[in-house]
């Protein structure tokens, strides 16, 4: 029996150890919002917090986050009023979208530990997550919006 603590709550089940995080989260658990890109932990889209961190859950067994704090996309916020969030709506950030869960969460994960990133700091945090339509000028705006929203919550 594995049991996973995710977005707050804790889940059990009986898979395989070895299952990438990626399909217990999607087709057991039915966390649709993390998305499966490359499945090598190459592009991003399946990014999840692990205590906070942002990792790959394609490439990740599940073995390895038993007792760990997994935060998806829809444990971002409760009521999709995580700054990240706000930005990326007042934007209008996605274009396809199917990249933007990994995108949030990474950007997301660079809030919580740089309140104010540079445009260097930005673009070197969100080098790993591939946007195959090519919004990221509108990523990085949205996380300099999102950074201003952060400050004005507080």
């Known amino acids: 029996m594995t049991i996973l603590k995710i977005n707050g709550k804790t889940h059990k089940f009986n898979q395989d ?11 057991i658990l039915k966390f649709k919002g993390t998305k499966y890109g490359c499945g090598k932990g190459l592009c991003g889209a399946c990014t999840v917090h692990i205590n906070g961190q942002p990792t790959r859950s394609c490439v990740l067994p599940v073995s390895a986050v038993e007792g760990q704090e997994i935060t998806t996309i829809e444990g971002l916020s409760e009521n999709i009023d995580h700054p990240v969030q706000q930005a990326w709506q007042e934007l209008n950030v ?5 990249c933007q869960s990994g995108q949030m969460m990474a950007a997301a994960a660079l809030l919580e530990s740089n309140k104010a990133p540079s445009e260097q700091e930005i673009e070197m945090a969100m080098s790993g997550n591939i946007c195959r339509c090519g919004t990221y000028p509108r990523i990085k705006e949205a996380i300099n919006r999102a950074a201003e929203l952060a400050t004005e919550v507080k």
Request: charged share 10%; proline share 19%.
């Open 17 to 27: 150890p070895s299952m990438p995080l990626l399909w217990v989260l999607r087709d």
């Open 94 to 98: 996605p274009q396809c979208g199917y």
